[in-house]
């Protein structure tokens, strides 16, 4: 990448206008060509990366006013919305009056070593520049599912709502490759900011200098932005932003579908494992399915590009969930549709010209292809299922990154799983009498479908959600005991409540044989505690301020 | 529409065209919506830094904002508002047509019906109630150019003499504090001064959220060396500039005074200071060194609340620097004794010569961006280039300069803005003109003014911005052009005069106040006689340069071109006063004895917090702006209170609460609450931009009888718990 400027300055004659600031807050080029040996270093690099050394922000604490014009230059840089901010300023503070002593961060990209946000992206939308090392986020490749957004532990990457896709600081790439200062560089009156080369192996081994009161440790995903910091800021400073922790987005969609997909998983196992599988069963799993399936595709951000997220299946758990169930989908499919074709009747198979197929030999094997095909579907669902709990195990959220998340997942699958298959097996029969049925010559199996496995299910659940909220209120972590905090509060409280009151309304109804009830209450206790976990998590992020003006959430 | 709604909904990235990145020739790499066709050379018009600016102009619409890296002021480098100045200009809440109350309500009239019938008002008012019974309100938002125009306008004009700025609210103070100690208004420093002084002692001057671009002033100076400068803040308050100075004195509120004399007891005696200037230019310095002979370090740290070690160090270090700067701002002014601390500020700078050189100067950071031209221009506290009312040749100066009769210059002031509040209030002003500025928010104790509002007969504002809280009350509404939109200077806080140029047309109806003006002139039948020949603001630069000609504030040495192309030109040069001969009658500098007092509402058991009030560095005074621009706003939605952690734990009340700020004259509800270390046990602190939770509800109606500036900064209020009512 060339670097024309220093050799601009030098050459003197070029438009005064060019735009630089010199470290010492100088005037550039105030000095006649000819006179201009030295030059007081700039707040970019002035040479080539060499092998192993990547860009990075220098942010000097020290220096920062908190006058927020970089902010203002950054949105006007990159012509974003007022609620997004690519740069932001964020507040810390302690000691006592008089000795009082705040000062400011101003962050954008980290530009880490190991970032989240490129090992996450399930449409390998992020790269890290291998000249520069800048990572950058590519909107066209973009399909807006906000993973990124979940795995930065500086909560960098920001969805823009009216575009349908993310968008992140970039160290404006497109400024420097001309030799020119990022925004925000250039904005600063303080000179505060700088981009600086650094050596990437030396880093990975000595980060120190990237930690900072109010930052994430810099360690999980090694930041490379170095700060300056005043003498003893880490014993004196704290961030202020935390008297206020917000309600994160319910993301309703997700809710819905990991439910329902989780649902229909735990009630194809059970069904399978009790032999009571009927085609009318099977459709509505499958119906179900579908449905999940197309909420979470309009969860998107732009979901005509859904397909993109299977591309990357061996790195991303958002790529595998995908994979997982839409081979889940397509399994759970075919087992419907062989089970029609097993139960047609002989003079319909003969007017659909299926008797080629259909022949006596290999309707020997169809019980046992039908049973293969709901097994293979059942792995599939599982794999699915806890592909999809480990999307939300990112250290980013630490409410999410706990075993309970996938404990949680498969539990509520066999919670539902334990009462759904009940209450059809009450409503199939009824469906069986239904006129257009009748030509398909559908029977009403009789089913052993056992309800202690709803009792003990419940119960389990319940259990989990209990340990969790303890570990949560206990923890040394901030982010956890805000999430406890947060539960804790009039608003979500009652949710809460509802929460453990659901699993013992179905166990009540499922005593008293009233398995719709139960199925309900099941149904109503796994989207509670759904909602509560998206709402209710805390994830990391730099300090803000006081007001949280910034802040995206 | 729909089918865009349905191509965004499936996933087509609909608005991908506003996220394209262009090269500017100019700047380079930037979104393609910021590329401008041209880019035009201008001022701020937010606070008295006075930055140069360029505003990138595509298509008539002004889409970006940059420093002028030429501009000796602030070489490139903007505040985050100068660097969305360009969104005001195409704002929603812009004023667009004339209004006129009919009914009850505003509706929209024809400019003729507009002026016509403000003219028919104001005169039957005058006729009926006598000249003076017109009250104007001006400011510091205006061109220099209209700001001379209107003096004219009111004075001779409409003939009242009740005419004031609202820069009364700002920076009065400082303007009698100067004519105090050296016979005329006038900063006699530069910034430039900030970079070469060894000492820089900022009180009452929050310039990190104030003008922070300021700052880079400091950051230089330091880069000199090492130890080169000593950065003292005074301040009750840790600032975000106490927190970048090198010493900060946290003193007792409104101890500055003490403060101040303590210091030149210091350097009295222990010979800190500058005997032959003292005896060559400034006169009363006996009587002074025997009156501050009683603020003795011990004495003054009981005042201030500091220690002496302290007190000591500062004298010294200001005593012993071979340059030394004082800068003040609201923290100074904002107060019923600001004249006379500015004084007391001007007695350090005497006693010690450091005043008319490099890096040395009692130096008054203004406000408003034309702060200082309504100051050298404004036909309110004095007569238009410095003169004096009592002056009978001043005057007689004027009347040849404008060919009238001597006679109709007025011999004294008028009344001084709160005094023609009052006046409303007590019924000897009927009438009242605002121009450019929102004395619902910005004026002290609002329940004397709304009362003054509503007893008006007839109210005309004149802004760029409708509705604002003051237009609520208006009965006419002239929607005027703002920065950006018309030609002319502004003068800075350093006498720059910086030339700010038209970057856009005013939107509707909007027209410049300075063609308001004229076209007033003309209905007055007064157009010929006072503005002969005139078309634009120019020709009034021309008549103002022939008028201050010869004054202390001359701008007959430079052309606007000139201006434009220095990036602007300080009249006095970078010091005044370099000769030591001072505009009093024996040319000498006074030196005033000044008592300190306390601050006039003490706060007692029931009262038992001083509330003190300020600024924030994203919004800019009543917010008529800077509410418009949806970065800033986004920044700092609502106004806060800040309580120390001691005072909090007191009331049991925590971080975020809602609480109401209730003083004995009404009281500020439903605000958030920052429990923060910033501000001392016993003190609380509200940014006083916000007419939601309006600061100026509580604040007191008590005024500096000099200056007539109120005092902003003091005020004794208890704390409560917010609660909803249905109310």
């Known amino acids: 990448m060339s670097l024309p400027l220093i050799e601009r300055a030098e050459d003197g004659n070029s438009d005064g206008i060019v735009r630089m600031t010199l470290a010492d807050l100088g005037r550039p080029f105030e000095a006649p060509p000819q006179v201009v040996t030295t030059l007081t270093p700039s707040l970019i690099p002035t040479r080539k990366l060499e092998e192993g050394e990547q860009y990075r922000f220098h942010f000097n604490v020290t220096k920062c006013i908190g006058c927020r014009s970089c902010e203002i230059a950054c949105n006007e840089q990159n012509g974003n919305p007022a609620d997004i901010m690519w740069r932001r300023i964020g507040e810390i503070e302690g000691g006592t009056y008089p000795d009082t002593q705040r000062h400011y961060l101003s962050m954008g990209c980290n530009h880490c070593l190991d970032a989240e946000c490129i090992k996450g992206c399930p449409v390998d939308a992020y790269k890290k520049d291998p000249v520069t090392g800048i990572v950058l986020h590519s909107a066209d490749a973009c399909i807006g599912c906000q993973y990124c957004v979940w795995n930065c532990p500086y909560s960098v990457p920001q969805f823009n709502e009216a575009r349908g896709v993310v968008g992140k600081c970039d160290m404006c790439h497109g400024r420097l490759t001309d030799g020119l200062e990022p925004a925000c560089v250039n904005a600063c009156p303080e000179a505060a900011i700088e981009i600086e080369i650094v050596n990437k192996t030396a880093w990975r081994v000595d980060y120190a200098a990237a930690e900072s009161p109010g930052m994430p440790a810099a360690g999980l995903t090694i930041s490379t932005t170095r700060i300056t910091l005043p003498p003893n800021a880490a014993a004196k400073l704290e961030r202020v932003d935390t008297g206020r922790i917000q309600q994160e987005h319910a993301h309703l969609s997700l809710v819905f579908m990991t439910t329902l997909i989780q649902a229909v998983t735990g009630s194809l196992i059970l069904a399978l494992l009790c032999k009571s599988i009927d085609p009318l069963f099977l459709t509505i799993l499958l119906a179900i399915t579908a449905v999940a399936l197309n909420i979470s595709i309009f969860h998107l951000g732009r979901p005509a590009y859904a397909w993109r997220a299977l591309k990357m299946w061996r790195r991303s758990w958002l790529s595998r969930e995908v994979l997982g169930f839409g081979l889940f989908f397509a399994a759970l499919a075919a087992t419907t549709a062989a089970s029609w074709i097993v139960e047609l009747p002989p003079q319909l198979c003969a007017n659909l010209h299926l008797s080629s197929i259909l022949r006596p030999d290999l309707l020997h094997f169809a019980p046992f292809i039908l049973t293969a095909l709901g097994w293979s579907a059942a792995f599939f669902g599982i794999a699915g299922t806890i592909a999809s709990a480990f999307i939300y195990l990112v250290p980013a959220r630490p409410a999410w990154d706990m075993s309970h998340t996938p404990i949680d997942f498969l539990l509520s699958a066999a919670f539902i799983g334990s009462t759904l298959p009940l209450a059809l097996s009450l409503a199939i029969p009824h469906l069986a009498h239904l006129p257009f049925l009748h030509p398909l010559g559908i029977y009403a199996q009789p089913t052993n479908i056992p309800t202690w496995p709803a009792y003990l299910v419940a119960a389990l659940w319940m259990l989990n959600h209990i340990i969790r909220l303890i570990r949560l209120a206990k923890s040394t972590v901030f982010e956890e005991r805000a999430t406890a905090a947060l539960l804790n509060t009039s608003r979500l409280q009652p949710y809460v409540l509802a929460l453990f009151a659901m699993p013992i309304a179905a166990c009540i109804s499922t005593l008293f044989g009233l398995f719709t009830c139960a199925t309900l209450a099941a149904f109503a206790a796994v989207l509670l505690g759904r909602y509560l976990f998206f709402v209710s998590v805390v994830p990391l992020n730099m300090a803000l301020t006081f007001t949280r003006g910034g802040s995206h959430s | ?727």
């Not at chain 2, 208006?474 to 038209?502: C, D, F, M, Q």
């Not at chain 2, 020709?539 to 434009?564: K, P």
């Not at chain 2, 038992?608 to 939605?637: A, C, F, Y």
Request: glycine share 8%; hydrophobic share 40%.
């Open chain 2, 1 to 727: 529409m729909i089918l865009r709604n349905l191509r965004r909904k499936l996933g087509i990235d609909t608005r991908q065209s506003d996220y394209t990145f262009q090269k500017d020739p100019r700047f380079g790499h930037i979104a393609s919506a910021r590329v401008a066709d041209k880019w035009v050379k201008t001022t701020c018009g937010y606070c008295s830094v006075g930055c140069g600016m360029l505003i990138g102009i595509k298509d008539g619409k002004a889409v970006a904002a940059r420093g002028n890296p030429e501009h000796p002021v602030n070489l490139g480098k903007l505040c985050p508002k100068g660097l969305s100045e360009h969104h005001i200009l195409d704002a929603p809440g812009r004023a667009t047509q004339p209004l006129l109350r009919k009914d009850g309500k505003l509706v929209p009239v024809s400019w003729d019906e507009a002026l016509d019938t403000m003219v028919e008002k104001f005169r039957g008012v005058q006729e009926r109630w006598g000249k003076d019974a017109l009250g104007v309100v001006g400011t510091g938002q205006l061109l220099t150019e209209e700001c001379y125009t209107l003096g004219k306008l009111v004075q001779l004009g409409f003939g009242t003499r009740n005419s004031d700025g609202n820069t009364t609210l700002c920076m009065a103070s400082a303007v009698s504090g100067y004519k105090l100690s050296f016979g005329s208004d006038g900063p006699p420093g530069s910034y430039k001064d900030m970079e070469t002084a060894d000492v820089i002692l900022l009180i009452g001057a929050n310039i990190a959220d104030n003008h922070p671009i300021l700052c880079q002033r400091l950051e230089r100076n330091r880069a000199r060396g090492k130890d080169c400068t000593t950065v003292i803040a005074v301040d009750p308050r840790v600032t975000k500039t106490a927190m970048l100075s090198d010493i900060h004195l946290p003193v007792k509120p409104r101890s500055d005074i003490a403060l101040l004399n303590g210091i030149a007891h210091i350097l009295i005696r222990d010979g800190l200071i500058n005997l032959e200037y003292i005896a060559r230019h400034t006169t009363g310095f006996t009587q002074f060194a025997s009156f501050v002979a009683t603020f003795t370090p011990e004495h003054v740290a009981e005042l201030t609340g500091l220690n002496e070690e302290q007190i000591i160090r500062v004298a010294h270090l200001y005593g012993r620097a071979k340059a030394a700067f004082i800068g003040w701002t609201m923290g100074v002014n904002h107060s019923s004794q600001g004249a006379v601390t500015v004084t007391a500020i001007n007695n350090l700078a005497l006693i010690t010569g450091n005043i008319g050189r490099a890096g040395a100067a009692p130096f008054s950071i203004t406000g408003q961006c034309n702060a200082m031209g309504t100051r050298e221009t404004g036909f309110t506290s004095s007569l238009p280039g410095y003169r004096k009312f009592d002056n009978p040749k001043d005057r007689e100066d004027l009347a040849r300069l404008w060919n009238i009769d001597v006679d109709r210059i007025p011999t004294a002031r008028g009344l001084a803005y709160p005094d023609i509040i009052e006046g409303a209030v007590s019924g000897s002003i009927k009438a009242l003109w605002f121009i450019a500025t929102n004395p619902v928010v910005s004026f002290p104790n609002y329940s004397v003014l709304e009362q003054a509002l509503r007893s008006v007969e007839f109210l005309v504002v004149q802004d760029g911005f409708f509705p604002t809280p003051t237009s609520d009350f208006a009965h006419l509404v002239l929607p005027a052009a703002i920065w950006g939109e018309k030609e002319g200077t502004y003068t800075n806080s350093e006498r720059r005069v910086s030339k700010a140029n038209i970057l856009v047309s005013p939107p509707g109806k909007a027209r410049p106040d300075f063609d308001i003006f004229l076209d007033l002139a003309s209905r007055l039948g007064v157009k010929a006689e006072l503005y002969p020949n005139w078309t634009s603001t120019h020709d009034a630069f021309l008549e103002w340069q022939r008028v201050s000609s010869g004054r202390m504030c001359d701008y007959s040495n430079f052309t606007w071109q000139q201006i434009e192309d220095e990036g602007g030109l300080q009249w006095g040069g970078e010091s005044l006063y370099t000769d030591g001969i001072f505009p009093t009658a024996d040319g000498k500098a006074i030196l005033h004895s000044v008592p300190c007092l306390p601050f006039i509402e003490q706060p007692n058991a029931e009262y038992d917090l001083i509330l003190n009030t300020g600024r924030t560095v994203e919004h800019w005074h009543t917010r008529t702006k800077t509410s418009q621009v949806e970065m800033l706003n986004h920044m700092v939605p609502n106004a806060w209170l800040e309580m120390n952690p001691v005072d909090a734990t007191r009331l049991e009340l925590r971080p975020h609460d809602r609480v109401n700020v209730v003083s004995r004259r009404s009281s500020v509800r439903n605000l958030e609450l920052r429990i923060t270390g910033i501000v001392a046990p016993g003190q609380v602190f509200m940014p006083f931009h916000f007419s939601e939770t309006n600061s100026n509800r509580v604040t007191l109606g008590g005024f500096d009888p000099i200056s007539r500036e109120p005092n902003f900064k003091q005020c004794a209020v208890l704390v409560e718990k917010y609660v909803k009512t249905l109310t």
